[in-house]
């Protein structure tokens, strides 16, 4: 009988008891504000990668627009200057020096794929197996990856060689074989992109759409690659970068795949909405893909979402640095130092699928090419006056308007510069910009359980390690300095580590 009332009373108990979540209210509150923040990830997320599309925009539609205008100006100064008599001053500019290079480069990139038959490319990736298909695109993707950081620092040593000051010592080899590497780079780019064109290309036309979920569905792998690892802010920033240069890459694909499926269907409408769908579906997964991804990297590595507003202030001070009087560097070298998008192999390859794609005949054709011209000026001059505005207001937000001013980051923190002076550069994380929200974010204290939400890697072990081993010796020797986030490009390394 007593063994019955017990059970009863366990049965009751079970029933009935009860427990108070107050008492450990910042672990709850604690959770509750992680949710809000994974709520809060595609507004701040979206908002930064439309600000960065529009950055890229703008530096495309600089090659089409005003890039030409310049090299018109350059030349007639090269060839008016030494017809005035004005012999003691200088021939060209930097900037001009820097556009007739670019110039030149795009009308020889241009010949030389005009020997690019586009057609028997397509016929030869179409009597590829699917899964052959789907290796060579990622291969194709790896080898983009890798154009585009090496291809920034040629065209960056071909302005540099080309500009740099006469007295000083000799140390390059010399301008016409950086010219020809840059010439070759572009076009091998560009002939890179051309094949993912054509891929891509191939997956539409497919019957059965295999090849495109598959393609498709190799985006949600860079889930498993990235939200499991422990992120940094830099680390994110890169990625942020990349996700907004990869972004406008694809829409500048899926344009050209639609070009030229328009072409083979004599430019009929009715064929435009059988393609909608698949774009839309690759557009779709693509933003699914980027909120996931960035939801749970902040997440896991507890980080705020108010650091995408530091990332958009960011991005609008290397456009408005670019505005001033003193000015490094162009804007579209900036996008491409910064999110790894270089876009003249890019807007080569949109050149060659336009002008094979449309004939031009009659001078109701011409007509119709040059107010198309006018438009894509007013597009460009329109969306530059939007952005350089809408960077003032960044800017100002993030308090960084003194650092406008400031002499290029390399330069103030460069060895060489610092030992002149006698001083000792120390790491600080005042010059980033802040957000006063998140500065005022009470901290709740964490459970054992939440100590490791990553795992890291081996290097990132040691380097745990070696920083409490320098805290317990007093000292922060063995503390990596933390780099700026205007120093930080898409190809920088962070934390052993580029993403």
């Not at 950086?178 to 997956?203: D, E, G, K, R, S």
Request: charged letters at 20%.
């Amino acid at each position: 009988m007593s063994s019955y009332l017990s059970l009863v009373r366990f049965i009751t108990t079970e029933l009935t008891r009860g427990y108070f979540l107050e008492h450990n209210e910042a672990k709850y509150t604690e959770r509750r504000e992680r949710v809000y923040t994974c709520l809060r990830i595609p507004k701040e997320l979206e908002k930064l990668m439309t600000f960065g599309f529009f950055l890229c925009l703008d530096a495309f539609l600089y090659v089409f627009t005003l890039l030409p205008l310049r090299v018109i100006l350059a030349l007639l100064r090269l060839f008016t200057v030494p017809c005035c008599g004005l012999s003691g001053s200088r021939l060209l500019q930097p900037a001009q020096v820097c556009d007739v290079l670019k110039g030149f480069i795009m009308v020889l990139c241009y010949s030389m794929m005009s020997y690019v038959d586009y057609a028997m490319m397509y016929h030869l990736i179409r009597g590829q197996s699917v899964i052959k298909l789907y290796i060579i695109y990622n291969m194709l993707e790896v080898a983009d990856r890798l154009f585009s950081s090496f291809g920034q620092d040629i065209l960056d040593a071909l302005y540099w060689t080309a500009t740099e000051p006469k007295e000083k010592k000799r140390a390059h080899i010399g301008v016409i074989p950086h010219f020809l590497m840059a010439v070759l780079y572009v076009f091998l780019h560009a002939i890179l992109i051309m094949v993912q064109a054509t891929t891509l290309n191939v997956a539409f036309n497919s019957h059965n759409k295999s090849l495109l979920t598959i393609m498709m569905s190799n985006n949600f792998v860079e889930i498993k690659g990235s939200v499991f690892k422990k992120f940094e802010k830099n680390n994110l920033f890169q990625m942020s970068n990349s996700d907004i240069k990869e972004r406008f890459t694809n829409y500048i694909l899926l344009l050209i795949v639609c070009l030229r499926n328009m072409e083979q269907f004599s430019w009929n409408a009715d064929h435009l909405w059988v393609l909608f769908p698949d774009v839309v579906m690759v557009i779709a997964s693509e933003v699914a893909v980027d909120v996931v991804k960035h939801a749970f990297i902040t997440k896991f590595n507890d980080i705020s979402a108010d650091v995408y507003g530091e990332y958009r202030a960011s991005l609008a001070f290397d456009l408005v640095s670019s505005r001033q009087k003193n000015a490094y560097t162009d804007y579209s070298d900036s996008v491409s130092r910064r999110m790894g998008f270089i876009p003249l192999p890019l807007a080569l390859l949109l050149i060659r699928v336009v002008t094979s794609s449309v004939k031009i005949q009659g001078s109701l054709s011409f007509m119709c090419v040059l107010l198309f011209y006018l438009g894509m000026i007013t597009l460009k001059v329109l969306n530059s006056i939007v952005l350089l505005g809408t960077s003032c207001v960044f800017v100002k937000e993030a308090n960084m308007e003194e650092k406008l001013f400031d002499p290029p980051p390399s330069v103030a923190s460069s060895p060489q510069s610092l030992s002149d002076k006698g001083e000792t550069s120390l790491p600080s994380d005042i010059s980033q910009p802040t957000n006063t929200a998140e500065n005022a974010a009470p901290s709740f204290p964490k459970s054992d359980s939440d100590t490791f939400l990553t795992t890291p890697d081996e290097e990132d072990d040691d380097k745990i390690i070696n920083a409490d081993t320098g805290l317990e010796g007093g000292g922060l020797a063995h503390r990596p300095p933390k780099k700026d986030l205007l120093e930080i490009d898409r190809f920088t390394i962070c934390g052993n580590r580029i993403d």
